[in-house]
């Protein structure tokens, strides 16, 4: 079966006891080769790929067995646990626990390449491509270069320490993906990546860190900190997603470095966020924003009501969002102040005016000299090149920091 007569090899949905078996599918897309979308009781088995994939959107009830791309394993275990699965050219988990994956280098961009279903304590380790968890809770995607981690019903999980380039949304969390941290992550460029101009066009945006989407729902009380986000549309997006904190990250070169829509309980602290078109804007209320670092954005805060389409109708105000504590923590560094400190405790004496709204009643004088942020050098067993993307990260920082005459270990 060739692409070129359109569509997929094998195309299965709302299908129930099918087996497709001893075929041969080969394909230019690696996107496309075997669909199976809402089947049950599926055999796939024998079959022999080249230069595409499989793409299964839900693992129970359904079997994969001796299949093979580019002539390198496709692996499927259900209900496992305590095993390594490695060097493999995709990886389906189902219902697992305490299982590694490490060591999986596909030769193409599948939509799925490691696929976590309703699987538990496991972790995900030195691989690339796609990573997906779906229902699954409390594990750990760690230390990995991927094209993308995307986590759906998903909670208690980590992920931490990854590295990802050119890629439309980088890291993204929704339907009821809770109390999650995402963590130390280096994630440049998904402006300028392949996939942004699909973005652009469905009225997407390319995006570092996405909580929430409007058709697939929300999360909340995940814990988003201590990530490199440079070169994106939206650094951190938070869309219907409540009740998070998002706090010790460095932003920068993005048209946005936090949008939240449709958002509310939301806690941002200890952010810098520098060199964007608009450091944060808001469509929602009661987040609060405090010892934040605003260096140098063209505009530093939007603040607008949601307006049914193109009418004057407000269909959700966006009032009550806070930007200081009060004393002693104060509110945030603006880099635009041009208040005065006239008793040297280092709040200005005037407030900073965000709108006729909204103000911060304790502007800082100085920068927040946020917590130290470790940048790894390399990631664990990959190619010796990659360590060019993270000192290219590192570099970025550095000068940011060198800029505001802070300590170069720290984010300014």
Same mark, same amino acid.
């Given at each position: 079966?060739?692409?070129?007569?359109?569509?997929?090899?094998?195309?299965?949905?709302?299908?129930?006891?099918?087996?497709?078996?001893?075929?041969?599918?080969?394909?230019?897309?690696?996107?496309?080769?075997?669909?199976?979308?809402?089947?049950?009781?599926?055999?796939?088995?024998?079959?022999?790929?080249?230069?595409?994939?499989?793409?299964?959107?839900?693992?129970?009830?359904?079997?994969?067995?001796?299949?093979?791309?580019?002539?390198?394993?496709?692996?499927?275990?259900?209900?496992?646990?305590?095993?390594?699965?490695?060097?493999?050219?995709?990886?389906?988990?189902?219902?697992?626990?305490?299982?590694?994956?490490?060591?999986?280098?596909?030769?193409?961009?599948?939509?799925?390449?490691?696929?976590?279903?309703?699987?538990?304590?496991?972790?995900?380790?030195?691989?690339?491509?796609?990573?997906?968890?779906?229902?699954?809770?409390?594990?750990?995607?760690?230390?990995?270069?991927?094209?993308?981690?995307?986590?759906?019903? !998903?909670?208690?999980?980590? @992920?931490?320490? &990854?590295?990802?380039? #050119? %890629?439309? *949304?980088? +890291?993204? /969390?929704? =339907? $009821?993906?809770?109390?999650?941290?995402?963590?130390?992550?280096?994630?440049?460029?998904?402006?300028?990546?392949?996939?942004?101009?699909?973005?652009?066009?469905?009225?997407?945006?390319?995006?570092?860190?996405?909580?929430?989407?409007?058709?697939?729902?929300?999360?909340?009380?995940?814990?988003?900190?201590?990530?490199?986000?440079?070169?994106?549309?939206?650094?951190?997006?938070?869309?219907? !997603?409540?009740?998070?904190? @998002?706090?010790? &990250?460095?932003?920068? #070169? %993005?048209? *946005?470095? +936090?949008? /939240?829509? =449709? $958002?509310?309980?939301?806690?941002?602290?200890?952010?810098?966020?520098?060199?964007?078109?608009?450091?944060?804007?808001?469509?929602?209320?009661?987040?609060?924003?405090?010892?934040?670092?605003?260096?140098?954005?063209?505009?530093?805060?939007?603040?607008?009501?949601?307006?049914?389409?193109?009418?004057?109708?407000?269909?959700?105000?966006?009032?009550?969002?806070?930007?200081?504590?009060?004393?002693?923590?104060?509110?945030?560094?603006?880099?635009?102040?041009?208040?005065?400190?006239?008793?040297?405790?280092?709040?200005?004496?005037?407030?900073?005016?965000?709108?006729?709204?909204?103000?911060?009643?304790?502007?800082?004088?100085?920068?927040?000299?946020?917590?130290?942020?470790?940048?790894?050098?390399?990631?664990?067993?990959?190619?010796?090149?990659?360590?060019?993307?993270?000192?290219?990260?590192?570099?970025?920082?550095?000068?940011?920091?060198?800029?505001?005459?802070?300590?170069?270990?720290?984010?300014?």
């Amino acid at each position: 079966m060739s692409e070129d007569m359109g569509g997929w090899g094998i195309y299965l949905e709302f299908a129930n006891h099918t087996v497709a078996s001893g075929n041969t599918i080969a394909a230019s897309n690696p996107q496309k080769g075997i669909s199976c979308g809402a089947v049950y009781n599926t055999t796939l088995t024998e079959n022999r790929l080249i230069g595409c994939g499989i793409r299964f959107y839900q693992l129970a009830t359904n079997i994969l067995q001796n299949n093979t791309i580019d002539d390198k394993p496709v692996v499927h275990v259900d209900g496992v646990s305590n095993q390594v699965i490695e060097d493999a050219e995709q990886v389906f988990l189902f219902n697992c626990s305490n299982i590694t994956v490490k060591n999986i280098y596909p030769s193409a961009n599948y939509t799925n390449t490691i696929h976590l279903e309703e699987t538990k304590f496991s972790e995900v380790t030195s691989c690339r491509g796609n990573i997906v968890l779906t229902n699954s809770d409390n594990n750990t995607i760690h230390d990995n270069f991927p094209k993308s981690i995307k986590l759906t019903g !998903s909670n208690y999980n980590r @992920i931490a320490a &990854n590295a990802i380039v #050119d %890629s439309g *949304v980088c +890291i993204m /969390l929704y =339907g $009821s993906s809770n109390y999650n941290d995402v963590y130390e992550n280096v994630l440049l460029n998904s402006s300028t990546s392949p996939d942004a101009d699909a973005l652009f066009a469905s009225g997407r945006n390319t995006v570092g860190i996405k909580l929430g989407d409007p058709l697939l729902g929300g999360c909340q009380h995940n814990n988003i900190y201590r990530n490199i986000l440079i070169n994106h549309i939206v650094g951190i997006e938070c869309v219907i !997603s409540s009740n998070n904190s @998002i706090h010790e &990250n460095y932003m920068a #070169d %993005s048209n *946005v470095g +936090i949008s /939240l829509s =449709g $958002s509310y309980h939301n806690r941002v602290y200890q952010n810098n966020i520098t060199n964007c078109l608009t450091a944060v804007g808001i469509r929602g209320s009661h987040n609060s924003f405090y010892n934040n670092n605003f260096l140098d954005n063209s505009n530093q805060v939007s603040i607008r009501h949601t307006y049914l389409f193109s009418t004057d109708i407000i269909t959700e105000y966006s009032v009550n969002n806070t930007f200081s504590l009060g004393l002693p923590l104060g509110g945030n560094y603006w880099s635009d102040y041009n208040g005065t400190d006239s008793n040297g405790d280092g709040v200005g004496d005037t407030p900073y005016i965000i709108n006729e709204d909204t103000q911060d009643n304790h502007p800082l004088m100085e920068p927040v000299e946020a917590p130290v942020l470790e940048i790894p050098e390399t990631i664990p067993e990959f190619p010796s090149w990659t360590h060019i993307l993270l000192l290219s990260a590192a570099s970025a920082f550095t000068i940011a920091v060198f800029k505001r005459k802070l300590n170069t270990k720290q984010i300014p």
